[in-house]
């Protein structure tokens, strides 16, 4: 069955460091990769999606990830980050054998920002 | 446009007692789903919907029920609520290809 890993429950970063978030799915064919942020109490906003090309996708509030088939992963990543990032984030994947049209997620990780 | 809309925002229910929480979106979606949020368990696709009239099951479908009798609305119901349902649940729709976009959510306690 296809799941979705994301192997940091919470991590801590001082404000103004670089950030990085774990996913890894297990699949064998190139599915479409998602991430989403939630912050307390709302609902889930995208901040990038990748369905093909270039493997390196920008997304909104400066983050990026990165496609790296081969370790089947899709890290989320922020140069610098800033306390407003504090949320919780989700990497999310769809799969063809459903024709893509349901997204797994995986549990989160929770990011908190020291001043 | 509003988006994806959810009512109620919060509720609480007595074991045994039924309830229907809807979801309506504006944006022409061909596709609904609705999810439920547990910690440490991140989302899980209850039911969704690839059109109207139609629904599928999903990875929790059981003690739940949907229908998507219009195109812009998705209803989500429990028969007989129970404890092990207190969650907050969340409704998306989609294009035939794109994002999926997320309602705010409902916040449901069962007593």
């Keep these: ?3 979705v890993t994301q192997p940091d429950i919470h991590i801590t970063v001082s404000e103004g460091a670089s950030l990085e978030l774990r996913c890894n799915y297990s699949y064998g064919a190139t599915p479409y990769l998602f991430w989403y942020v939630q912050s307390p109490g709302q609902g889930l906003q995208l901040l990038l999606k990748y369905f093909s090309g270039d493997t390196l996708v920008q997304g909104i509030k400066g983050f990026e990830a990165e496609f790296k088939r081969s370790q089947s992963s899709f890290n989320l990543r922020k140069p610098s980050v800033h306390w407003s990032d504090a949320a919780e984030y989700f990497c999310a994947v769809g799969f063809m054998n459903t024709g893509f049209q349901k997204l797994v997620f995986g549990t989160g990780t929770r990011l908190l920002v020291s001043p | 446009n509003a988006g994806v809309t959810q009512t109620p925002k ?19 979606h061909e596709y609904m789903y609705w999810y439920r949020q547990d910690p440490g368990m ?17 990875e929790v479908p059981d003690g739940y029920n949907v229908s998507r009798l219009k195109k812009q609305n998705f209803l989500l ?12 649940y969340f409704c998306a729709s989609r294009r035939f290809e794109g994002q999926q976009y997320f ?9």
Excluded: W
């Design chain 2, 10 to 28: 919060f509720r609480v229910l007595k074991t045994g007692q039924s309830m229907t929480l809807l979801c309506a979106q504006d944006m022409n």
């Design chain 2, 42 to 58: 991140g989302l899980r696709l209850i039911h969704y919907s690839v059109g109207e009239g139609t629904t599928a099951k999903g």
């Design chain 2, 103 to 111: 309602g705010p959510g409902t916040r449901l306690l069962v007593l």
């Design chain 1, 1 to 3: 069955a296809q799941s």
């Design chain 2, 77 to 88: 119901g429990l028969e007989s609520a129970a404890p092990s349902q207190t969650s907050v």
